[in-house]
């Protein structure tokens, strides 16, 4: 696990500076994390719940480490905060870093022909038999279809391995098992 460097030498949260309940926090898409106490823990996933908390993003959002400046910028977005993030620089590969996981966490998620929320890795089954287009063969109704992977930015397919071979399939034909 690679730890923010910021002020985990000094045992504080990146964000907010506190210095109880430390945990380390994954800066998605990247495997990067920092170290954010259990007050910013509790609302970053959903900042407006806390808002007066995130006063701090005034300090944090000037670190030098690109995880936080990540973080920073995708909490004031969400908080609508636009002065802050006008005054924000971002490196150009930062600031995609910021705006690809701000994509992904409004992406809409991917459901089965029952309405259920599929995840990367689940099992499914097929509900129709479906022609593979280019592949030559027809996938069967109730041939299982083990860790399935998700297209990104389209929530209405999974990828799959159906007889060895790895497909798009329309998630609207799946049931999860």
């Not at 908390?53 to 905060?81: I, K, Y």
């Not at 996938?139 to 992977?149: D, E, L, P």
């Not at 998700?150 to 159906?162: A, E, K, L, S």
């Amino acid at each position: 696990m690679n730890w923010g460097k910021g002020k985990m030498s000094m045992n504080a949260c990146e964000l907010c500076g506190s210095e109880e309940g430390l945990t380390a926090y994954t800066v998605a898409p990247k495997d990067e994390t920092i170290t954010i106490c259990s007050t910013c823990a509790a609302s970053i996933e959903d900042p407006t719940s806390n808002e007066k908390h995130w006063n701090c993003l005034h300090d944090s959002m000037w670190s030098t480490e690109p995880a936080v400046q990540v973080m920073a910028f995708r909490l004031l977005t969400q908080l609508g905060a636009q002065d802050q993030l006008d005054m924000l620089y971002l490196e150009d590969d930062v600031r995609a870093w910021a705006e690809e996981g701000l994509a992904n966490e409004k992406q809409e998620p991917t459901r089965d022909a029952n309405g259920t929320i599929l995840v990367e890795g689940d099992s499914v089954s097929i509900i129709k038999d479906l022609v593979v287009k280019g592949a030559g063969f027809t996938a069967k109704q109730g041939t299982t279809v083990k860790n399935i992977r998700m297209v990104p930015g389209d929530p209405t397919h999974i990828q799959g391995r159906v007889n060895g071979t790895m497909i798009f399939i329309i998630s609207a034909f799946l049931k999860k098992l």
